[in-house]
Each structure stands twice: as C-alpha cells, then as structure tokens.
C-alpha cells in the first residue's frame, strides 16, 4: 500500500482543494507516483472518470476537484479517487453517487443513516488508488471538529482512523479567528481523533507572514502540534477550475472588456467551470448574476449553465424576471448558449412524468428553441469527442445529464458525437443548445466562436494554462511549506 497524508480542515472552504492539488504536483516533480483521494465530497461540478475494468464507454462521476487533482499528479482520473459523491438537488436532500454510479437520493437526516454503510465502499476505492503508487494524498470534507456527526463519519477521522492515515490540519486565517479555530479543533476531538494530527498549516495569509509568528507560538501553547508553515493568498488558484458553488457568491465582475458574458447564478448551477476558459479570454469578462439582480443589458452573451434540479431552477428563474431579461437581450439582437439543463430550459416544455426531480412534473420553458424535454431514468455518463457543426472544429467534453431532446430545431445540431446529432439552434443562429459540457474548452473552437461575436484573436491554449497555474501553485507551497516534513510523515 502507498504511504498517504491527509488534510482536513479547521472548517469547509478553507482552501484544502487547492492545497492537494499543488502538494500533488509537487509531489509529481519531485518524481513520485503521486494519487488524489476524497472519501467523500459534496458538489454539483463533477467530472467523468474511468471505471476499472469496465469494458463499456460509459464513465462514472467524481468531483471536479478531485479530476483537477488527478490532472496535477498527471494521472487519468478514477472513480475511485472519489467513492462517495453527493450531489445536492434541495436544500435538504441529495443524490448518492457510489463509485462513479447513482446509488439513490437521501434527505440530510437519512444520509447520516445511510452513509455509515458506504465506508466498506470508502475502503475499498482507497485500496485501489493506493495500488501502484507512492504517495496518496488525501483530502478531507466540511471539519473533523463536527463532533455530532462523528460516530458515522467518513470523510474525516473515522477515514483517517480506520486507514490509520496522519492529518495535517488546515487553518484559515482570511476568515478570522485561525488561532481559535486550530486549539478549538485541539481541545474538542477525543484523543483518538487527536492522536492521528500530526501538525497543522495557516492559509490564505495577506501582508507580511512574519506578523503571524506569535500566532504561531500561541498555537503551539495551546496544542503541542508543529506549524507546517504559514502559506500566502496563492493568485494562481485564480487561474484554476473551481470545485464548490459557494465561490460564486464572492465573484465580482472585474474591469470592463470587449464581451461581457452573463450567466444566471441557478440555485441548483452545476458544473459552471464549463465558462472558465471564458473567463481565461483575456478580451472576455464572465459575469455571474446572482438572484435578484438583473441580466446586464450590455452583455453580448448569455449561457445558461448547467443545473442537478432543471425544472426547479426554470421556476426560480420565472421568479427572478430573468426571463423578461432574456427576451430583452434577444430583442438587442444578443447571443444565448445553454449547456445540459441550460439547453433544457431554453425550449417550449420540459416534462418529468415520474417525478425524477421532485414533485413538478412539467414547467413551461423559456421558448427560445423549439424543442421540448422529457426527464428518463436512465442517465448519461460519458467523455466525448465530438465536432462543431457550424465551425466544423473538433470538441472535447463530457455528458452528465438526464433527458431526451427532440423538436424542430435539433435538425440543425450544435455538435455531432459519435456520429449522433446534438443539440438545437435557432433558425437565426443566436441561440444555441448542448448536452456536452467543456464546449469551451477546446481553443479553435472558442476562438472562432468569439470572433463570430466580434472578438478577434482568441483562443488561447487553456489547458497549458491550467498546467502553468498548477506549477505555480505547487512553486509557492515548496516555498512556504516545509513539504519534505509533510511528505516524510506519510505513513
């Protein structure tokens, strides 16, 4: 078995994401068989991964997070780097994906039942990504401080615990209260838990990191545990795909450019990394849109991104007037792109007869494609490659989606995947819909997608960038970090 490390956090957002990926990296430069694992992760941004030793096409979902951080060790993603996915549909329930396949949904409370069985699943993915490998660096979820959680835990301690993995803990000073939050984990976790800390880090410092040298001693008073090092706001991370929608909630528009894209912050947004190659455009500015403010009327572009509750997020943009604002921006003559749910939406009628995502079984749609919607069971999972009709330019992405599109104007294909038609567009050419994610993502395509919109000279190498911010990254941590301690205590 691989010697392993994990990190966990004083709380939920604290950066551990970021921080696997660059320690992965770095790990990877210094020549190491380097694996990401995440026992079990919250999120709507997944990725498609392989399924070992599954001979048919289909792949299975992991976070994104985790399909980055594979991407860092240099590795193909596995299901198994990620056993335990929940992707949330309400406020108080979930889906369960279980090693890349659906498993069912659960409301909060029942999942807190249900999720005491999944650590045999748990296991056995960490078993096989530990297969081959040297290092395994693993990822915790939310706080191991969540002590009326612990008896069922899965993603902290009762991981670390039960596959005797040594933690370094994480603490967020941006959010205030770092040295509280590091000797309160201290104080409240049972010696058992306490035991398996081997020491702890400081994140996302800003100014002078010398200013936090008494921290560190009150720490240490408090706790007895070795300070890793004190790591800066890393601006690369900027520069990488994000795993929780939470981040959108801090996003402000930036300067103005050439093309202002909006997007509709949905309640139930998923995969909304499909617009960080947009954002990467350097004439391009992405604007997120949260409820209650209006689509700006000077965009150029709106893309309806993905959702896990399409039917649910249509009402909800009704109620927003985003809607109204849509019609608006087409009278300007504008352009609108939908991705999955988004692409959904755009048509006359979306039905779910059996009741897939929840008790509205059918909603009036935005009307900008002629086209209708059916939710089916049966769910599609799968990379592809596909090409650009209209630009007849090759595609690289993925489907996760639920559904059958049909109507008029899917006679004129925004894609064709393995031979099959895709997606709708307008007769006008304006508006336009696909089930594939990561559109965005393949250069020419973008590139000659912009100029189409009046911009010209785009169509920057985004995956080299993403390659340069992960070096970058890992650069900074080697710096900051004492890695040769954290690496030397894997076990």
Excluded at 199 to 206: E, P
Aim: charge should be negative.
């Amino acid at each position: 078995m691989a010697k392993a490390i994990m990190l966990q956090g004083t709380g939920s957002d604290v950066g551990k994401t970021v921080l696997v990926a660059g320690l992965c990296r770095a790990a990877k430069k210094r020549g190491l068989n380097v694996r990401p694992f995440k026992p079990q992760n919250m999120s709507n941004n997944a990725a498609v991964a392989d399924i070992p030793g599954d001979n048919n096409k289909s792949g299975g979902e992991i976070g994104r997070a985790q399909w980055l951080q594979a991407i860092a060790c240099g590795v193909a993603p596995s299901v198994h780097m990620n056993p335990v996915l929940l992707k949330p549909q309400t406020d108080v329930g979930a889906q369960v994906i279980v090693q890349g396949k659906v498993f069912g949904e659960a409301r909060a409370r029942d999942y807190q039942v249900l999720k005491a069985g999944l650590m045999d699943a748990v296991l056995d993915s960490w078993g096989k990504v530990g297969e081959g490998a040297d290092l395994v660096i693993v990822e915790g979820a939310g706080s191991p401080a969540e002590i009326n959680l612990r008896s069922r835990d899965i993603a902290n301690m009762g991981f670390a615990t039960r596959a005797d993995v040594p933690v370094v803990l994480v603490g967020d000073i941006d959010r205030g209260g770092v040295i509280a939050s590091v000797a309160g984990t201290h104080l409240i976790l049972p010696e058992e838990d306490r035991r398996m800390i081997v020491g702890y880090l400081i994140n996302k410092f800003r100014g002078d990191v010398s200013l936090f040298d008494d921290g560190i001693k009150a720490i240490e008073k408090f706790t007895g545990w070795r300070c890793f090092g004190v790591v800066p706001w890393l601006k690369a991370a900027a520069r990488l795909p994000s795993e929780d929608s939470v981040v959108l909630e801090r996003l402000a528009s930036g300067e103005a450019r050439a093309l202002k894209v909006a997007v509709p912050m949905l309640g139930r947004i998923a995969n909304f990394d499909d617009l960080d190659p947009l954002k990467a455009e350097p004439q391009v500015e992405v604007v997120f849109v949260p409820p209650g403010k209006s689509l700006p009327a000077d965009a150029g572009l709106v893309v309806i991104p993905g959702s896990k509750s399409t039917i649910g997020d249509l009402l909800k943009f009704r109620e927003n007037g985003w809607d109204r604002d849509l019609a608006a921006h087409r009278k300007r003559g504008g352009h609108v792109v939908g991705i999955c749910g988004g692409y959904q939406m755009l048509g006359r009628m979306v039905r779910d007869p059996d009741g897939i995502e929840g008790s509205v079984t059918e909603a009036e749609g935005l009307g900008l494609l002629d086209i209708e919607t059916v939710m089916e069971p049966e769910k599609t999972v799968r990379n592809v490659s596909a090409r650009s009709v209209p630009f007849d330019l090759p595609l690289e992405g993925y489907e996760i989606h639920l559904g059958r599109t049909t109507g008029p104007d899917t006679m004129r294909p925004t894609a064709i995947i393995d031979g099959v038609a895709d997606g709708a567009i307008s007769t006008d050419g304006k508006v336009s819909g696909t089930y594939m994610h990561g559109l965005f993502g393949a250069d020419a395509f973008r590139g000659k997608f912009l100029e189409s919109l009046g911009i010209k000279g785009a169509g920057i190498d985004y995956r080299a960038e993403v390659e340069r911010a992960l070096d970058d990254v890992a650069a900074e941590l080697e710096s900051h970090l004492d890695c040769d301690a954290i690496f030397g205590l894997a076990r």
